[in-house]
């Protein structure tokens, strides 16, 4: 057991995008009943933010159609920080209807990706985003918004995104409304040198209001990655369980990071994150039951824990 370096965060928060970011990327459309169960064991397995949906028309992912009943099972468990993402002004009403606790408004920083992805420039995001935040105050919500820069390293479509232009956009969503701000390599583009040198200048500039990296593992660097981010402070992942998801407007953006790999990495690295990892294997177990015949990832599974793991974390009490 290694103990984390002084400059690497003591704890970290790993928040499941498996049943948004997941699903929406496989053709299985899983059951209401199993996707509370979903949430409900890893909630038990010590996970305390999921994203559980997205507020989008059923017509367009069927996958994703019940939201808003996952939304209000979620918010009976105590603690149970609940997001989910929201591509204009109409989903975000139905978030704060539904009174999810965050809802994440994607802005691609490739003009390209974002074109493709949400039929609006980053720019329209942007504004989009500062509608959302007026539409937000004058309900009364307490629904936080988070902007998350996606396609950060670069993109399929566009190739080359630069720097100053994810910079730009970020503080733009800032100053559009936005309570928080995350960053993603939708494609999987990033090494750990690219990632360190990126999110350094984005932490830097959003400070506490900095809230999330979200790797893919498409080219195997995606725990590289969040490696390199924990090195400059960093200590929030999405992650999904089995590896599930990518992005249909990005081709080969396959394979999230593992939210079990991830978990264990922590671990052993006396990073805490509140989790049972053996209840977090258990449930990948049955869901990779549900989700038969789809392509999972993922190594832990496979090679268990070792036996010198000394599990350190223990999954946190309600």
Known sequence: MTLPSARLPRSAVIREVGLRDGLQSIATILPTAQKIEWIRAAYEAGQREIEVGSFVPARLLPQLADTAELVAFAKTLPNLFTSVLVPNLRG????????????????????????????????????????????????????????????????????????????????????????????????????????????EDAVKLAGDHFWCGHFHDTRGLGLANVYAALEVGVNRFDACLAGIGGCPHAPGASGNVSTEDLAYMLGSMSIQTGIDIDKLLALRAQVARWLEGETLHGSLWQAGLPKTFGLTTQAVSA
């Open 92 to 199: 975000a009403e139905s978030a704060i209807a539904a009174k999810a606790d965050l809802m994440i408004v994607p802005l691609s920083a490739s003009h390209a990706h974002s074109l493709a992805n949400l039929r609006k420039t980053p720019d329209d995001v942007v504004a989009e985003v500062a509608r959302i935040r007026a539409a937000r105050d004058a309900s009364g919500s307490r629904t936080l918004i988070e902007g998350g820069v996606g396609t950060a390293f670069g993109c399929t479509l566009q190739g080359l995104v630069d720097k100053s232009e994810v910079l730009r956009l970020m503080q733009a969503l800032l100053d559009a409304g936005a309570d928080r701000v995350s960053m993603a390599d939708t494609v999987g583009y990033a090494d750990p040198g690219m990632v360190r040198d990126l999110f």
